[in-house]
């Protein structure tokens, strides 16, 4: 073989140019040889066989079958597989931002779950705790409030006993100095009012609680004669009633006929009394007078009443003023069960009915006897507060008193003794003056009275002593 031919001259560009294009065609089924040379003779560039000598021969770009063909060797091929790597570079931290801000977003999911439990649970604590605290005060409220009640039964039992010891000591002492009145010349009344539940079978009335209520009546002594009760007014009695010892006054209509009459008054037999009829059968009531032993003594008219709870408000107005005006100028005790609610009587607000009877006790000059210091009438239950629905009033007596004995007569109500005094009693012979020396009282009130007034019951007592 010969020397190699040399390319030299202006024509080297070119072949250059002219071998990149072959290089880079896309290889043709035997149309190509494998190896190609360039001859540069005189400055021209000439394509050879492949038997004749020639440069160096040049690789020729190779395809493999399933693989990409590489890229040439141009001038961009650089700058691609830089930006191949850019993009990959890219991509990757694309992958790993996204992974830092799925991680970022648990974390903050974690995070937020937590603190919403952590309220929540706190939220709950605080509703129960509070709830708790509200029960406990609550009950403690209430516990109070039984206390409170509780001491003023015993109170009022206290000063129920201490009254019952002093009417039993002037009792006595006046029965020394010849001073003790028979039954006649002052009698009492009690009153037992019956439950405020209903029956439809009369026999479960006034029947059931009979004995009951004789056995009460048995055991009730009043201190100034120690005798039973003269008259005994009740209630919703649903039956005849009889006692033994007494005689029975009821009236019936053909709403409240013999097998279920609402009203009974019971008077002693050693009185004597009649009834009156006042036709007024929408409201149950008996109207009884006592009659007295001597003419110049007064009768007692008592008017025993039942006005139910679905009553029509007005409805006693007619009765008390036909009552008042059947007494005249006698004495008058209206006493029952009116379910009716003013303040005068232990209710916080007054209702339609209550207001019409006060206002009628006014227009009638009634005089009220209930004491509004003492405990209620009524026992209340779960749904209902205790409640004073027992009035009585009285008209022309000068002595009444009122007194709730806080004994239930099988029944929620509890029984209300009313004594009154009905007459002048006899005269007593022989009997000591009291006379005040008004000189001598100022002698002593001068050295032995308070400087000052603290206690209105202390200078009263003071006063007492030294009349």
């Known amino acids: 073989m010969g020397a190699r031919p040399t390319v030299s001259g202006p024509n080297i560009s070119a072949a250059a140019v002219e071998l990149e294009r072959l290089n880079t065609r896309p290889a043709r089924k035997g149309t190509l040889p494998n190896n190609i040379c360039v001859k540069v003779s005189n400055g021209d560039a000439t394509s ?20 990409p063909e590489l890229a040439s060797a141009s001038p961009t091929a650089p700058t691609a597989a830089a930006a191949k790597r850019k993009a990959t570079t890219s991509a990757e931290t694309l992958r790993s931002e996204e992974d830092t801000t799925a991680r970022i977003i648990q974390t903050v999911n974690a995070s937020v779950a937590e603190a919403l439990r952590t309220t929540v649970h706190a939220t709950v604590a605080d509703a129960v705790r509070a709830a708790v605290i509200e029960s406990f005060a609550s009950v403690d409220s209430r516990l109070t409030n039984m206390e409170t009640r509780l001491a003023n039964m ?36 009690l009153s037992l009012f019956s439950p405020a539940q209903r029956t439809h079978n009369a026999l479960k009335g006034f029947r059931k609680k009979k004995d009951h209520l004789q056995l009460l009546v048995q055991e009730t002594r009043l201190p100034n004669n120690q005798t039973p009760p003269d008259v005994i007014a009740l209630q919703e009695t649903t039956a005849v009633v009889s006692l033994p010892g007494y005689i029975a006054y009821q009236q019936f209509t053909d709403q409240h006929n013999q097998e279920a ?24 009531h008996t109207v009884v007078e006592i009659l007295p032993r001597k003419r110049s003594h007064q009768p007692l008219f008592v008017l025993n009443v039942y006005c139910a709870p679905r009553a029509r408000a007005d409805d006693f107005h007619l009765l008390f003023g036909k009552t008042t005006s059947l007494a005249g100028g006698a004495q008058l005790l209206i006493l029952g069960d ?14 339609k009915r209550g207001k019409k009877l006060w206002q009628l006790s006014q227009d009638l000059r009634l005089t009220l006897l209930n004491d509004p210091q003492q405990s209620p009438t009524r026992i209340g239950n779960s749904v209902c507060r205790d409640t004073s629905p027992d009035v009585a009033y009285c008209k022309n007596i000068a002595q009444a008193r009122w007194e709730n004995t806080c004994q239930l007569g099988s029944s929620d109500h509890y029984i209300i003794a009313v004594q009154l005094q009905t007459s002048a009693g006899k005269k007593v012979a022989n009997a000591i003056a009291r006379i005040t020396e008004w000189p001598k009282f100022r002698e002593v009130r001068e050295s032995e009275a308070l400087d000052s007034i603290t206690s209105l019951k202390e200078w009263t007592t003071s006063l007492n002593d030294h009349v």
């Open 338 to 351: 009116l379910n009716a609610r003013h303040p005068d009587w232990c209710y916080p607000q007054a209702n």
């Open 48 to 67: 050879s066989d492949g038997n004749a000598p020639c440069a160096e021969p040049l690789p020729r770009k190779q395809t493999v079958k399933g693989q």
């Open 261 to 284: 009459p609402s009203t009974g008054t019971l008077v002693h037999k050693s009185l004597t009394a009649k009834q009156h009829d006042l036709e007024f059968p929408d409201i149950p």
């Open 154 to 189: 015993e109170t009022t039992v206290n000063n129920t006993v201490a009254g019952l010891e002093a009417l039993r000591t002037a009792s006595d002492t006046s029965f020394a100095h010849g001073q003790h009145n028979s039954r006649h010349t002052q009698p009492s009344v």
